[in-house]
């Protein structure tokens, strides 16, 4: 798969030629063309709210591992990844890794996986994370350092035995999804969400028993808890009508609170979504379809982003009344539109070439998150999307802060190749331009082909790690 015209990031060394860019692409990104010093940077500021305190505005997103064990432990390689998310600087930890809450929603069999066996396990993950914090920054620097744990179910993505092997569990039959599936999909009763509910309440008294001070319960990416948010279509209590598609959510959270009440409570959101993609015959991705019926529905061919916010809205809304005041901001999903939920200028092996600049789906998942922002000021808000911005995202982030489009800037991709960018930022220090993430897609590439996750291009650990030859023999092939 060649690549696309997209000019590289790189090559937009001056504020100018990013400007430039920018205006060409139509990618409306505001940044600040000189970075403050640390001491008056708005991305140095504390941010408290709810009982949850964080002494800066940089936050690691949760990213999914392939490197548990088969029993949903951690091993060796999970350790270290939470042990440079220590050393980042960043002082909000949005769930670290996505963890399932029983064996049927792992999205891979070496997912973790929290029950009472792997409790001790899981929690020892919070303990090298603090411990590599301190050792970096002080020994009392994680007085402001809030750690929560995503707890999720991969629903119709479930593949909990063999990673070959898709075994999805859907809340509602989709007509384009439904068909990625020859083998066919099981939809869960009623009575199935009802235990799951219990579960993830199970699921959060055991996260505050290991130390985290807030759980996400994810509904993002076309995961189980996302789909439920459209499952207009669905039979019974957990379909139709919003309160019914909301029940899931409402019942895990007042069972939470009912049960560990000092635990805080978040939710990841894909606050818009767009139909699936596929590659087309050029190689760049293509519409697989017309518009559907999902979640904050946006059409690829005719976009309107107000319209398609209009179901976030109204979702914050009842975090609000719930009291679920701590929101990350995301959109789409990894598996059917990865250019928009991602953006990368490099696809992994199965996906496309971007059919946009990537720079757009940057914008694009920015100004939602403005959008959201300013219709519920009083909510603390994590935005997405920013790691494509590379040597730009610092001058973005603090522009987005500073002018209050967002609360956090959140970082996934960047951090595995280059965990100490926040501490770079926030001490003022030049980037280390050989470790930014370039969006190679190999983090994403390598578990598609059923090796480890990492960052093998740019993170010297990866480089003579036994599965880096492994992915260049299978990418070539």
């Known amino acids: 798969m060649t690549q696309t015209a997209y000019p590289r990031v790189a090559a937009l060394k001056t504020a100018a030629a990013f400007r430039e860019h920018l205006r060409a692409c139509g990618a409306a990104i505001p940044f600040d063309e000189t970075l403050d010093p640390p001491p008056a940077s708005p991305l140095a500021a504390p941010f408290a709210l709810d009982g949850l305190r964080a002494g800066n505005r940089f936050c690691i997103l949760p990213m999914e591992g392939w490197d548990g064990t088969v029993t949903g432990e951690p091993t060796d390689l999970t350790s270290r990844r939470w042990q440079r998310f220590g050393i980042s600087g960043a002082k909000l930890i949005w769930g670290g890794e996505a963890v399932a809450v029983q064996q049927d929603g792992r999205a891979n069999p070496n997912q973790l996986v929290l029950t009472p066996r792997t409790q001790p396990a899981i929690a020892g993950l919070r303990d090298t994370l603090v411990a590599a914090h301190r050792e970096r920054f002080g020994s009392n620097a994680d007085g402001d350092l809030a750690i929560g744990l995503q707890l999720t179910h991969s629903g119709r993505y479930a593949r909990p035995a063999d990673k070959a092997t898709p075994e999805p569990l859907a809340a509602y039959h989709h007509p384009q ?148 005041r701590w929101v990350c901001v ?110 190679f897609s190999d983090c994403t590439t390598g578990p598609r082909l059923g090796l480890v996750s990492g960052c093998y291009p740019l993170d010297d650990f990866y480089k003579v790690h036994p599965d880096a030859e492994r992915l260049l023999r299978l990418k070539r092939d």
């Open 177 to 324: 999804l439904d068909r990625r599936f020859p083998a066919g999909v099981r939809l869960l009763a009623d009575d199935d969400l009802d235990r799951l509910a219990d579960t993830f309440v199970a699921a959060a008294r055991m996260a505050h028993d290991a130390g985290y001070q807030f759980v996400d319960v994810k509904h993002c990416h076309g995961y189980l808890g996302h789909e439920l948010l459209s499952a207009r279509g669905r039979d019974g209590r957990y379909g139709g009508s919003l309160d019914n598609r909301l029940r899931f959510l409402r019942t895990v959270v007042d069972g939470i609170r009912a049960t560990v009440p000092q635990l805080a409570v978040g939710v990841r959101l894909s606050a818009f979504d767009m139909g699936p993609f596929r590659k087309g015959d050029s190689g760049v991705g293509v519409a697989d379809g017309g518009p559907l019926s999902v979640f904050g529905a946006l059409d690829s061919a005719d976009e309107d982003l107000d319209a398609a916010l209009a179901d976030a809205r109204e979702l914050l809304a009842r975090l609000e009344q719930m009291q679920v």
């Open 330 to 439: 995301t959109a789409g999903s990894p598996y059917y539109n990865p250019h928009m939920q991602r953006p990368a200028l490099f696809p992994p092996s199965d996906g496309y070439l971007p059919p946009e600049d990537p720079l757009v789906g940057v914008a694009r998942q920015i100004d939602a998150t403005a959008r959201l922002k300013r219709a519920f000021p009083g909510m603390a808000i994590v935005g997405s999307a920013y790691s494509y911005l590379q040597e730009w995202l610092p001058h973005v982030a603090q522009h987005t802060v500073r002018a209050g489009l967002t609360d956090f800037v959140g970082l996934g991709r960047m951090v595995l190749s280059y965990p100490d960018l926040p501490a770079d930022v926030l001490a003022g220090r030049p980037l280390q331009r050989k470790h930014i993430c370039r969006t």
